[in-house]
Antibody, heavy 120, light 110 residues
Framework: QVHLVESGGGVVQPGRSLRVSCAAS????????MHWVRQAPGKGLEWVAV????????YYADSVKGRFTISRDNSKNTLYLQMNSLRAEDTAVYFC?????????????WGQGTLVTVSS | QSALTQPASVSGSPGQSITISCTGT?????????VSWYQQHPGKAPKLMIF???DRPSGVSNRFSGSKSGNTASLTISGLQAEDEADYYC??????????FGGGTKVTVL
């Protein structure tokens, strides 16, 4: 069955960088677009970014554009989110989620998330 | 990209039916059939309940149904049960190639 496991979260100071990862199993990773979605404490879901099945293109929310980079390594079945210039408002649980298609649509399966806390 | 509009809360008694609306624009909900609904219990990951407006994934109860009219999508839960108490989010693909979520609706079973 589809299994997504995020890792790499933690406490980081404002202005610093952090990379979170998502290990995928149970499906052919290279045939699916992949998303990052975040949820601030006590708040709703916010879409962050998506990468196409082959990593040839990606799209970002305005709130993270220019600071975050989504990437993937299909040889390792792993999705990444590089987060630079972090702000307090980036504090959230970061979920990776699988798209049912090669090109972006809407996610079907989600991981359990990893918590990123931006604080001095 | 503005969030889709959902009611903050909806409640119903066991056995009743409730409907949650999700209003967007022609650039998202009204323009695409990539509209999905998720259920989220506290501390858990979202679970897909409806995809492509009205389709149900395998394993999801047929008490959950989805529809769309113009720029508004809807999720109906019939025969409300205690286990349905959760937060529900709609999401849509957009003309920009991005996704947008609704603000979420807390469903309370009285």
């Amino acid at each position: 069955q589809v299994h997504l496991v995020e890792s790499g979260g933690g406490v980081v100071q404002p202005g610093r960088s952090l990379r979170v990862s998502c290990a995928a199993s149970g499906f052919t990773f290279s045939r699916h677009a992949m998303h990052w979605v975040r949820q601030a404490p006590g708040k709703g879901l916010e879409w962050v970014a998506v990468t196409l099945y082959d990593g040839s293109d990606e799209y970002y929310a305005d709130s993270v554009k220019g600071r975050f980079t989504i990437s993937r390594d299909n040889s390792k079945n792993t999705l990444y989110l590089q987060m630079n210039s972090l702000r307090a408002e980036d504090t959230a649980v970061y979920f990776c989620a699988r798209d049912p298609w090669e090109l972006p649509s809407v996610p079907d399966y989600w991981g359990q998330g990893t918590l990123v806390t931006v604080s001095s | 990209q503005s969030a889709l509009t959902q009611p903050a809360s909806v409640s119903g008694s066991p056995g009743q039916s409730i409907t949650i609306s999700c209003t967007g624009t022609t650039s998202d909900v009204g323009g695409y059939n990539y509209v999905s609904w998720y259920q989220q219990h506290p501390g858990k990951a979202p679970k897909l309940m409806i995809f492509e407006v009205s389709d149900r994934p395998s394993g999801v109860s047929n008490r959950f149904s989805g529809s769309k009219s113009g720029n508004t999508a809807s999720l109906t839960i019939s025969g409300l049960q205690a286990e349905d108490e959760a937060d529900y989010y709609c999401t849509s693909y957009t003309v920009s190639g991005t996704l947008v979520f609704g603000g979420g609706t807390k469903v309370t079973v009285l």
